[in-house]
């Protein structure tokens, strides 16, 4: 009796771990529980005096105890991870796309950079990009993501058929372009990023961070020549776009004609005629101070005899538009002195001086 007793209990046993044993190694540890507890019966009934050996049971040593390395490890063959070290292997998706950028590690960026390159779902990309831009607000996060070749993975998404992709990619690079020693190697990609600029809608997204990307990338004189040939694209987008577009695009303007080389380029360019109009007391007074201090860049070179005259019979340059002697900026200028604002007062007085 004292041995059905016993394999009853045992038989009881197994149940209950059955019914807490899941997955993908359930089958085999229904396996392993069964051959265990007929063991253990046989055991018993050769034993003279109704136990087993002086060891402990199996049933106690193999008891209901989910804990790595033990019951689960025993019956699925299959090494658990722990709770921690779950929580790290998505970490990725989760955790550090919510951690403050300004507490990411260097291999919190490698794991992103990863996940970047890996991840073709849209919204994860985006996030991902969110995530690394932010951090690349940070001077150390920009050299980091450097050293780790994210400059050239991230704008790998340049080419991304999503545009929001492309926009938060942009965005990315605007601020890693922050850092002198980054644009060395960013400066390949202006080219691409003009070509943005003019096949992408007016005003969208995408012209504005590409942009925002070039304002950076011509802070200095170093790679300003790359836009040389796409001044009249720029003058373009003055007389079409809105105010905030407008002023992005003389912010560029603004950096290329501070630097006595780029000149010539720059006044040797097509430009509308109606750019002009916006010398104008009704134009938005940020954009107006900003196209007043092109203006003034533009006045600080004196071109030669013989170029001044190539530059008149090309009625249509920049020249001619806003320096030669016809041009109706002349007429403009004086109406500004009456603008309510005073810092246009200033500018336009000095011009006028």
Known sequence: MGDDDSIMSRLFNTKALL?????????????????????DANNVKKSKNGTSDSGPERGASSGVILQPGTLLAKVSGLNLL??????????????????????????????????????????????????????????????IICELGGL?????????????????????????????????????YVPQVLELIEMSPVNSDLQLASLRLLTNMSVTNNHQHLMKNSITLFLSLLVVSN?????????????LSANPDMMEDIVQAQAPASLVVLVDGCTH????????????NLR??????????????????????????????????????????????????????
């Not at 545009?163 to 601020?175: E, Q, V």
């Not at 019979?313 to 004086?334: E, F, G, I, T």
Request: charged share 15%.
């Open 300 to 353: 600080t070179w004196t071109p030669s005899a013989q170029v001044a005259d190539a530059l008149r019979r090309s009625k249509d340059s920049l020249y001619c538009v806003l320096l030669a002697p016809p041009s109706q900026l002349h007429h403009r200028l004086p109406l500004l002195l009456a603008h309510p604002d005073d810092q246009v007062r200033t500018q336009a007085a000095r011009l006028l001086a």
């Open 285 to 296: 007074a940020p954009v107006l101070l900003r196209l007043l201090a092109f203006v003034a």
């Open 19 to 39: 019914g807490i044993v899941v997955g993908a190694g359930a089958s085999y540890g229904i396996y392993k529980l069964v051959a265990s507890g007929k063991s």
């Open 152 to 188: 050239h993975k991230i704008a790998s998404l340049l080419s991304d058929p999503v545009p929001d992709t492309r926009a938060h990619c942009l965005n990315a690079l605007n601020n890693l372009s922050m850092n002198v020693r980054n644009q060395e190697q960013l400066k390949v």
């Open 243 to 255: 105010e905030e577009m407008q002023i992005q695009v003389l912010k560029v303007l603004v950096n």
């Open 82 to 143: 722990h709770q921690s070290e779950t929580r790290a292997a998505n970490m990725p998706s989760r955790e550090v796309l919510s951690q403050s950028p300004g507490t990411l590690q260097p291999h919190h960026m490698e794991m992103l950079l990863t996940l970047l390159e890996t991840n073709p779902n849209p919204s994860d990309r985006i996030q991902v990009l969110v995530t690394l831009g932010n951090a690349a607000a940070f001077s150390v996060n920009q050299e």
